[in-house]
T-cell receptor, first 113, second 110 residues
Framework: DAGVIQSPRHEVTEMGQEVTLRCKPI?????LFWYRQTMMRGLELLIY????????DSGMPEDRFSAKMPNASFSTLKIQPSEPRDSAVYFC???????????FGSGTRLTVV | SQQGEEDPQALSIQEGENATMNCSYK?????LQWYRQNSGRGLVHLIL?????REKHSGRLRVTLDTSKKSSSLLITASRAADTASYFC??????????FGAGTTVTVRA
């Protein structure tokens, strides 16, 4: 298995632009998570999907952030419009069932200038 | 919000020595997990210990859990340069929402 695949690996964009981050979870994993990592705030859970349905989006910072999971093999995290304070590394992770560890992707490093 | 708090924040050891880091948390848990993150990379799951377990081993890793003290420790024995990374504890309180600590940065000197 290729693991959790995220794209792009790096994204540099100008303030105000739309940014879309992509994630392909491990086949058979029914839970998908988007996390954001910054030096100041550490790892923060943004949103959690179970069987493609958003269960908890309480971590999404603002309405500028939205996430979708149209099928079991694909999810997107969109920021529109982007702001410099959105600069961070965004991780996607997936897992199967309860009591198992997460498999993280390599992350997308987003820089908004 | 971060539930787990690692201690120390940073640790520097000589190759071959053991490294111990601790994690304290606040609320009851289903399980506690340890992850490693190499610089510029994603997190890698190392080991999971359930709330009814007290100790678990995986290769050179040993994890303990004391639910009465709400604390856990991770021991890496016979450290290698490749163990240089940040180590995070994460608590699972409701089977899906992992809360991560701030991490311990471990540097293994050759």
């Amino acid at each position: 298995d290729a693991g959790v695949i995220q794209s792009p690996r790096h994204e540099v964009t100008e303030m105000g632009q739309e940014v879309t981050l992509r994630c392909k979870p491990i086949s058979g994993h029914n839970s998908l998570f988007w996390y954001r990592q910054t030096m100041m705030r550490g790892l923060e859970l943004l949103i959690y999907f179970n069987n493609n349905v958003p269960i908890d989006d309480s971590g999404m910072p603002e309405d500028r952030f939205s996430a979708k999971m149209p099928n079991a093999s694909f999810s997107t995290l969109k920021i529109q419009p982007s702001e410099p304070r959105d600069s961070a590394v965004y991780f996607c992770a997936s897992k199967t069932g309860g009591g198992f560890g997460y498999t993280f992707g390599s992350g997308t490093r987003l820089t908004v200038v | 919000s971060q539930q787990g708090e690692e201690d120390p924040q940073a640790l520097s050891i000589q190759e071959g020595e053991n490294a111990t880091m601790n994690c304290s948390y606040k609320t009851s848990i289903n399980n506690l997990q340890w992850y490693r993150q190499n610089s510029g990379r994603g997190l890698v799951h190392l080991i999971l210990i359930r709330s009814n377990e007290r100790e678990k081993h995986s290769g050179r890793l040993r994890v303990t859990l004391d639910t009465s003290k709400k604390s856990s420790s991770l021991l890496i024995t016979a450290s290698r340069a490749a163990d240089t990374a940040s180590y995070f504890c994460a608590t699972d309180s409701n089977d899906y929402k992992l809360s991560f600590g701030a991490g311990t940065t471990v540097t293994v000197r050759a």
